[in-house]
T-cell receptor, first 111, second 115 residues
């Protein structure tokens, strides 16, 4: 499969807790992006991290990238019920324009 | 700013019938993508256009799927004839030109059910 590996496949936490999702990939990348998908708003871009960056923040989101391990993680701090959604990593491969999505992590935040 | 528009939102057809989906990208976005998302999976790229030229269609089942982007703006994706396994959500996305794997803006999708 060309898709990256995301783990865990599903995650259930209490409101206020932190949620960490991981993404691994096999080929070299230009960048890695995280997207959120819920039934109300469709697929929405959250954050993009370039291959020469190690960490990036956006509000309650923190993304790290370790190109030596070919992995990335998304941390959502102080989670809210509204964070309930599927989260996908998508990598932009070098040598082309294709963006390849992983299978996603399904996050459920209990109020 | 208007987002990516898609129509129809839902479609139910019988196998072996034909179906077409339409997408209007964000104004000024030269790159347009069609994805297929099967329930429980991530989006799979079917075809990518840069203006009206095809950049990648390696995962498009060309014996039954076709897509065009006339004048480098709107795009249509057609399935003829449809199979049961084509039941999925078809997502259209667009992005600014010249960005390798850059930020994509997605439409609401068309949910297709093939009976």
């Amino acid at each position: 499969s060309q898709q990256g590996e995301e783990d865990p496949q599903a995650l259930s936490i209490q409101e206020g807790e932190n949620a960490t999702m991981n993404c691994s990939y096999k080929t070299s990348i230009n960048n890695l992006q995280w997207y959120r998908q819920n039934s109300g708003r469709g697929l929405v871009h959250l954050i993009l991290i370039r291959s020469n960056e190690r960490e990036k923040h956006s509000g309650r989101l923190r993304v790290t990238l370790d190109t030596s391990k070919k992995s990335s993680s998304l941390l959502i701090t102080a989670s809210r019920a509204a964070d309930t959604a599927s989260y996908f990593c998508a990598r932009g491969n070098t040598g082309g324009f294709k963006t390849i999505f992983g299978a996603g992590t399904r996050l459920f935040v209990k109020a | 700013e208007a987002g990516v528009a898609q129509s129809p939102r839902y479609k139910i057809i019988e196998k072996r019938q034909s179906v077409a989906f339409w997408c209007n990208p964000i104004s000024g976005h030269a790159t347009l993508y069609w994805y297929q998302q099967i329930l429980g999976q991530g989006p799979k790229l079917l075809i990518q256009f840069q203006n009206n030229g095809v950049v990648d269609d390696s995962q498009l089942p060309k014996d039954r799927f076709s897509a065009e982007r006339l004048k480098g703006v709107d795009s249509t994706l057609k399935i003829q004839p449809a199979k049961l396994e084509d039941s999925a959500v078809y997502l259209c996305a667009s992005s600014l030109p010249g960005t390798s794997g850059g930020t994509q803006y997605f439409g609401p999708g068309t949910r297709l059910l093939v009976l």
